[in-house]
């Protein structure tokens, strides 16, 4: 079957088995450890780009900036939450 002959629902669904494949044959923790490990690095880099700092400094460093870039999401997501209610509401 030609890939442009799918339909949306037809693609979602293949997408969907090929999914639950890949979760079936391994522990997605493995799978996802390099992304995840490049997200974390991604704070240390940002907090001590030139490693100057003791590595237990850096780590608390790169603990808050990681606090700092969730609590943010959680902030603007807050305010798109009332946003959404406010517009609903014929603001």
């Given at each position: 079957m030609r890939r442009d002959s799918?339909?949306?629902?037809e693609r979602s669904l293949r997408g969907r088995m090929g999914a639950y494949v890949v979760h079936a044959r391994y522990d997605p923790r493995q799978i996802t450890a390099p992304a995840r490990e490049a997200f974390l690095k991604r704070f240390l880099n940002e907090v001590d780009p030139d490693r100057v700092l003791p590595e237990p400094e850096r780590l608390r460093r790169a603990a808050a900036a990681r606090k700092a870039y969730f609590t943010r999401l959680a902030f603007l997501a807050s305010r798109r939450r009332t946003e959404r209610r406010t517009r609903g509401?014929?603001?």
């Open positions: 799918l339909t949306p629902a509401r014929g603001r």
